[in-house]
């Protein structure tokens, strides 16, 4: 390592011979040295050898230096500092970053079947090529408490197609906590098959009341392999009145406390069914509101003896529950 003022003065022959391997010797060693050499002009290029291990290529634009590149002698590369240097990323076969990738506005182009994969350089995401392509996927990350969006980009309408492989399944949910399918917003969520062509449909909808419609296509029917039922829900007397909420219990029992009347129930929607088990505890009377339309419309007398059990069953028809069934004097069980 050397650095030299580049001037030869005129002295002897030995004298002039050593200043010029001295000069040699500062190109040969690339102006090499802690601090930039006195002689230096503008265009001038020395290393700076503060760091022996990793000295850096400077170049002296006549007011300041310029930092080209760290040389690392470990590892035997060099690592260029100024972000326009183009590296020959063909012939390095396996190129590393230093820092983050900024595409700087332009993309990144995959070969057809080509991946990004893991650290150990296997397949994490394989990318497939159509020619024509105008649709592709859009992915938006979200501030705190919102989520990432994975969405379908390209023309005005366009479905987003999740496709398993073989007879794989689409899977969602974490695995520890019960998995939620819903809308984006105060829209209807809607099942069907194959974009909803001759095909049947689950829609809930959305709102305070919303219904759930289940609906087949032409004369497709609605088949329970297995059992099918409406849990019974208990109902209760006060002030000698029941009130009886069709929608939330259609599957009711009452335990007898004192002599009641049956209220009108509410939330009645025609064709509705509803089923009552009346439990005697205790020899109590039972009334009906007139909305309750029974067989020569005349109110049933009811059991009203402790331990027994009475049954109604009832349609409404979109102004009264009529009695379609009645089993009376069953033993409590």
Not at 291 to 311: C, H, I, L, Q, R
Request: charged share 15%.
């Amino acid at each position: 390592m050397a650095q030299h003022d580049y001037d030869i003065a005129n002295a002897s022959f030995p004298t002039v011979r050593s200043d010029i391997n001295s000069v040699l010797s500062a190109i040969n060693s690339s102006n090499s040295g802690s601090s930039r050499p006195s002689s230096a002009t503008t265009g001038t290029i020395w290393l700076d050898t503060t760091s022996a291990s990793s000295p850096t290529l400077k170049y002296y634009d006549g007011a300041g230096d310029i930092s080209l590149a760290t040389l690392d002698h470990s590892a035997n590369t060099v690592n260029w500092l100024d972000s326009s240097v183009v590296a020959d990323l063909v012939n390095d076969t396996s190129p590393q970053l230093g820092g983050n990738l900024d595409t700087n506005s332009h993309n990144i182009l995959i070969d057809d079947a080509h991946f990004i994969g893991d650290e150990n350089g296997l397949e994490q995401i394989i990318f497939q090529t159509t020619a024509s392509a105008v649709n592709e996927l859009e992915v938006t990350n979200a501030a705190t408490g919102n989520p990432p969006i994975l969405g379908a980009s390209g023309e005005t309408n366009v479905d987003l197609h999740i496709k398993p492989k073989g007879s794989g399944e689409v899977v969602i949910g974490t695995g520890s906590a019960s998995a939620t399918l819903t809308t984006s917003g105060t829209h209807d969520l809607v099942l069907d098959t194959n974009s909803g062509t001759n095909s049947g449909n689950i829609t809930i909808t959305d709102g305070a009341n919303g219904n759930i419609d289940i609906t087949t296509n032409g004369t497709g029917a609605i088949k329970f392999n297995d059992l099918a039922y409406i849990p019974q829900q208990a109902i209760t007397s006060s002030s000698n009145a029941v009130a009886w909420d069709a929608q939330a219990k259609p599957n009711a029992y009452h335990l007898t406390t004192e002599n009641t009347t049956f209220s009108a129930p509410s939330n009645a929607v025609e064709g509705a069914f509803i089923c009552l088990e009346l439990n005697f505890d205790g020899s109590h009377t039972i009334g009906w509101n007139t909305v309750f339309e029974f067989a020569a419309s005349t109110e049933p007398t009811e059991t009203a003896t402790n331990g027994k059990t009475d049954m109604h069953v009832f349609r409404y028809n979109g102004a009264v529950w009529q009695e379609v069934g009645r089993t009376m004097n069953l033993s409590e069980s």
